[in-house]
């Protein structure tokens, strides 16, 4: 059985605003790097599929479940014989997350947030909320009960983010340092061996082919690895870490970064959010592609753009879900600008 992360539900007539509100919250922990799982109450008939449709087809013959799979989204469409409660639900479809946030379940015991908005829908014959642990409400509400702010969803996710105790998992990448002719193979191992421990992370350090097979056998957790694509400077350095590593994640320590200060480095790691394939610092109004965390879904669009002919490092970059780290970030991890001389 799956984990059961925290719930929490936010309630409220409809027409309230619940929904910005929950939108506006999402978006706010999803930028701290938090896995957000939602959970909707339907007090109707619950129709998505659409008769005629090959999936409605499918269940019309007695399938019990269906499943429709593309490249970015899974549909799970499930005949229910009875009533399913809350709890199995999220268990079994969002356990990996690590907040779930769920919209009405009033009568279900969740901790919930009541929504009030001055002027809005009457509650008369309106069943409040079992458990209302604070509202969020555009005037003042006689409780004794936090009243968070009904148009700061910011404050709202803050309130939440400290209420449950939630936190980011921190990522954990492989380190690719490719070794540079200036530097050579044991000043480059060198680094990986002093950042791999300082980070906790194991690290490859990609190499010519012939100098890696002669390499002498390392201890510890770096590994020299042949550069599968040795034409390609850090192109091919970045797809032999992706192809090699045991992680979903890769670091790109160029060589002309190897002095970057690790906080730098964490600070990368912990920012973007779980939905972002690549992070990277922009530098002077440009992204430093040489120093940015790559994940695993970046491998296939290296392969494509390799087929296609295109060979520069950020030549793909639009093909994959991308966030930045300002100056202004960076440079209170790297004050010095260490890791970006001019």
């Known amino acids: 059985m799956s984990r059961l992360p925290p719930i929490v539900a936010f309630a409220a007539p409809s027409g309230t605003g619940k929904t910005t509100l929950l939108e506006g919250v999402i978006r706010e922990l999803v930028g701290r790097g938090l896995r957000i799982g939602v959970l909707k109450s339907d007090a109707h008939r619950l129709v998505l599929d659409k008769p005629g449709k090959d999936s ?28 399913v409660s809350l709890v199995h639900v999220v268990q079994r479809l969002l356990g990996d997350a690590d907040l779930v946030l769920a919209e009405g379940f009033r009568g279900s015991g969740l901790p919930t947030i009541r929504v009030h908005r001055e002027g809005g829908p009457s509650t008369e014959g309106w069943a409040p909320p079992k458990h209302v642990i604070a509202w969020a409400s555009d005037v003042a509400v006689a409780t004794e009960l936090p009243v968070l702010p009904l148009g700061d969803a910011a404050a709202v996710a803050e309130w939440v983010w400290a209420r449950f105790g939630v936190a980011a998992p921190p990522r954990r990448p492989t380190l690719v340092l490719p070794v540079a002719e200036a530097e050579g193979l044991a000043a480059t191992v060198s680094v990986a061996e002093r950042l791999s421990r300082e980070l906790d992370a194991p690290a490859l350090v990609v190499a010519a082919p012939a100098v890696a097979v002669s390499a002498a056998s390392l201890t510890g957790r770096v590994r020299v690895v042949g550069d599968l694509r040795p034409q390609l400077g850090l192109l091919g350095a970045l797809f032999t870490g992706l192809a090699s590593g045991d992680t979903p994640e890769v670091l ?67 093909q994959v879900r991308s966030a930045a780290v300002p100056p202004e970030t960076w440079a209170t991890w790297d004050p010095g600008r260490v890791a970006f001389p001019v």
């Open 56 to 83: 409605w087809r499918f269940s019309e013959a007695g399938a019990g479940c269906v499943a429709v799979l593309s490249a970015e989204r899974l549909a799970l469409f499930q005949r229910l014989e009875g009533e």
């Open 252 to 318: 790109l320590v160029g060589a002309r970064h190897h002095a970057a200060p690790v906080a730098l480095l964490r600070g990368l790691l912990a920012s973007g959010s779980p939905t972002a394939d690549l992070v990277y610092p922009l530098v002077d109004g440009r992204p430093e592609p040489a120093l940015a965390v790559y994940g695993h879904r970046c491998l296939s669009s290296i392969q494509a753009a390799l087929l296609s002919g295109e060979l520069k490092l950020t030549g793909w970059w639009g």
